[in-house]
Nanobody, 121 residues
């Protein structure tokens, strides 16, 4: 059972990236999937989530810029209008049950290894 996050890279402010979270060993469609990030020198924070019931959540700092979507076995995070403060390692996490607290890390059963996003000119 493994989660794989990909799609990170270096982008200029105002640019876009699309992150992907794929699973092996289980079907992502049966899980709630949340993107977290850890900026340099800061704690991990929740970014966006899509539940099994397709309900979506966004952190206030990314609303209107980021969009989460899913197909059968991949969850995507489209990130537009990127800012330097979006620089972080981004992780995807999977929960077998839709979390009661979307950003609570203990709600999640599996974690990916992270993909690095750097927003800089």
């Amino acid at each position: 059972v493994q989660l794989q996050a990909s799609g990170g890279g270096l982008v200029q402010p105002g640019g876009s990236l699309r992150l992907s979270c794929a699973a092996s060993g289980f079907a992502l469609r049966d899980y709630a999937i949340t993107w977290f990030r850890r900026p340099p020198g800061k704690d991990r924070e929740g970014v966006s989530s899509v539940y099994k019931n397709w309900r979506t959540y966004y952190a206030d700092v990314v609303k209107g810029r980021f969009t989460i979507s899913r197909d059968t076995n991949t969850v995507y995070l489209q990130m537009n209008s990127l800012k330097p403060e979006d620089t972080a390692i981004y992780y995807c996490a999977a929960a077998q049950r839709d979390p009661q607290l979307v950003w609570a890390t203990w709600e999640y059963d599996y974690w990916g290894q992270g993909t690095e996003v750097t927003v800089s000119s």
